[in-house]
């Protein structure tokens, strides 16, 4: 199994600069790139990849994508003087050529291919190529927006030639709608694009009609080109997870990628002069980890925009110690997308709602007046929101920025624990797991009984509690962040589970979400808000308190097993980011309603919560179930889904019930426009 990281960067990317003064190319400066590296070595993760050399794209590479005249117009400006290179960048909107300019593009495509080539072999399982000028606003036959070659769009039609790939999943989620991707897929139903961007109803640049939410694709590709725009600024961290909670993930789960590609622009990163968003750099680590589930992993992530050096260098690291496997960090902010984001949600999800089965249930009859709702939300969300990160964006004071990022990176880079994963070593023999799961010692009845000290006798007598002795060591290594994440067998999950969420609260935690799959025969009490406990289960359960920290789910998993991924993207994960708990409790007891597949999806996803701090407890020792979520554990990714099939319409009629009945408490869920939303 392919493993590692690779890392393309070649200080010849930055020769490529601007010779003459021009406000609008000014931003796009060499130490894009060099900042970039160097704040990747200050966090020693550049020792940590695997070093891939960049080459030149060739010129049959590049025409895969761009028309003979664009290759040689570009070719002839490696002998040009200043004068005659300003003349011939005046053809192109926001571009610059320098002598090197071209060399320097030939090395951006080549670093792309390299990185494909690295992951489709089998070398390593990721990566991340540094590479300038950018690419994913380049057309066929015109540089455009820094971009003279398209990159991820040369990439993308490589993988098909060359290793037969029939589906590819490009990403752009930098600040702009990367318009020459789009043009270039528009009529190709192999390859899924999608882009947030800002738009403000066609005000920002490149200001195109089809940049908007109602362009999907022309012909055979309809349905495979996804805008998202954003027409205000100030979006932050809960805007860009609902983005993916909403559109994208339901999306690329029922696609099912055989590759995944990003363009990677940190221009939609707080302190950005472009993008004047707010989402900050460990929202980058989230999206990162999501996408790490699809395509077994194979995930290439190739640089586009970013012109705050401090925000694209964080936002890079962020990045990049996901893809090594660190663990997620906690993500900041009040998890609530603002009104203008929601609208452009249900936007998309209104206009792609014919192409797509997930959405095929879904109700989108109250956008008909849309025209109407769109004008006066236009002028509702004028201003931006009045977050004090936005404050510090929209003063746009560079050495501010910098200030809040050098205390934020502190506050959310904690010291990785010594083990990453582990299980007791009297459960099975140590061949059972995964390589990377530590085994530790189980804990003797001494030590037991001086650690919970009569504090559970309501519970359980103290000889049942003397058997929970390998959940205890697991749990209490995980609270002393000594482990990030263990997996420990139980006869009694649902005691074990119960015993877990008092004993964490015990020990000074807040917040701590358990997820019970199977019949959860003791519910414990959750009245005062530092539990929250979601029970997947096949048939209701008897519910004594309507409290909004114990939720009921009935799901029955299909006998394909490919359609929980629904209720884990509709409901599940955006309650559980809601909550942010400091620990996460995944249960699984008798009579479970789910197959092996969506147990370790559900276990794969909420790694990104909670630092990946993540105890997982199972009644049933089956031994596949086992291997799977200790692989889920240690950062493998999810195994295919297979062919999609939808949910049925009862089951999407009861995650809009659940959706409709919490969103006022859990605002990660709303995904439409209703009257009663009046946030910002």
Request: proline share 5%; charged share 20%; net charge negative.
């Amino acid at each position: 199994m392919a493993s590692g990281t690779a890392l393309i960067y070649d200080e010849e990317m930055t020769t490529h600069k601007l010779l003459w003064s021009d406000p609008i190319c000014d931003i796009e400066v060499p130490e894009r790139l060099s900042s970039s590296y160097e704040q990747l070595r200050s966090y020693h993760l550049v020792e940590r990849c695997v070093p891939v050399p960049a080459r030149e794209g060739s010129e049959e590479e590049i025409l895969l994508v761009h028309s003979l005249e664009h290759l040689e117009v570009a070719k002839s400006t490696q002998t040009m003087n200043e004068e005659e290179l300003k003349r011939v960048s005046k053809n192109y909107d926001a571009f610059f050529f320098h002598p090197s300019t071209y060399r320097c593009a030939r090395l951006a495509v080549g670093a792309a291919l390299q990185l494909v080539d690295a992951v489709m072999a089998g070398k390593v399982h990721n990566g991340m190529a540094l590479v300038r000028p950018p690419g994913h606003h380049s057309q066929r036959n015109a540089a455009n927006g820094f971009c003279l070659f398209n990159n991820v769009a040369i990439a993308a039609e490589y993988a098909k030639l060359k290793y037969g790939l029939q589906r590819i999943l490009i990403v752009d989620w930098d600040v702009h709608h990367g318009q020459g991707t789009q043009y270039i897929f528009e009529e190709d139903p192999s390859v899924l694009y999608f882009s947030w961007h800002r738009y403000e109803h066609q005000e920002f640049w490149p200001s195109l009609r089809e940049s908007d939410y109602d362009a999907v694709g022309l012909g055979k590709g309809k349905g495979f080109n996804v805008n998202l725009p954003w027409n205000k600024v100030g979006m932050g961290n809960s805007d860009y997870l609902a983005a993916f909670f909403h559109v994208l993930l339901p999306m690329a789960f029922e696609f099912d990628p055989e590759l995944v590609i990003v363009s990677s622009g940190y221009d939609s990163g707080i302190g950005d002069p472009e993008g004047q968003m707010n989402a900050t750099p460990e929202v980058f680590a989230h999206l990162t980890h999501f996408l790490m589930q699809l395509a077994n992993g194979k995930l290439c992530v190739i640089l586009e925009g970013g012109y705050h050096l401090k925000s694209l260098g964080e936002s890079v690291c962020m990045t990049v110690k996901t893809l090594l496997g660190d663990p997620v960090p906690q993500i900041t902010g009040e998890m609530a997308p603002c009104l203008s984001a929601v609208e452009s949600i249900q936007n998309v999800r209104a206009a792609h709602k014919p192409y797509w089965k997930w959405l095929a249930y879904e109700d989108t009859s109250f956008l008909q007046n849309l025209s109407t709702k769109s004008h006066l939300l236009k002028k509702a969300n004028s201003n931006p929101s009045t977050e004090d990160e936005s404050q510090i964006t929209n003063n746009n004071n560079t050495v501010k920025v910098e200030r809040f990022l050098e205390l934020h990176m502190k506050n959310i880079l904690l010291p990785m624990p010594p083990i990453k994963t582990a299980a007791t070593g009297s459960e099975v023999s140590e061949h059972f797991f995964p390589e990377h799961v530590q085994l530790v010692k189980e804990m003797d009845k001494t030590e037991i009984k001086a650690l919970v000290s009569g504090f559970y006798a309501d519970l359980v007598k103290e000889e049942t509690l003397l058997s929970l002795g390998s959940m205890f060591v697991i749990l209490d290594k995980i609270l002393k962040k000594e482990v990030c994440n263990g997996i420990a067998a139980s006869p009694t999950a649902a005691l074990s589970a119960a015993v877990a969420l008092r004993h964490s609260v015990r020990f000074g935690l807040q917040r701590v979400l358990c997820v019970f799959v199977g019949d959860m025969q003791m519910i414990p009490n959750t009245e005062d808000g530092k539990m929250l406990v979601i029970n997947i289960c096949e048939k209701e359960q008897s519910r004594k308190t309507s409290c909004k920290h114990y939720i009921s789910l009935n799901w029955k998993e299909d006998a394909e097993g490919n359609d929980f991924f629904s209720a884990v993207l509709g409901f599940i994960l955006p309650v559980a980011y809601s909550y942010q708990p400091n620990l996460t409790v995944i249960a699984v007891g008798p009579n479970r309603s789910l197959g092996i597949s969506g147990i370790s999806l559900l276990v794969a996803l909420l790694r990104g919560l909670a630092e990946s701090r993540i105890f997982a407890v199972i009644e049933d020792t089956e031994i596949s179930l086992m291997q799977s979520i200790a692989k889920a554990l240690v950062g493998a990714s999810t195994p295919p889904f297979g062919i999609y099939v939808p949910p049925t319409q009862e089951k999407v009629n009861k995650i809009k019930a659940l959706r409709d009945q919490f969103q006022q408490e859990w605002k990660m869920l709303q995904c439409s426009v209703k009257d009663g939303i009046s946030r910002n």
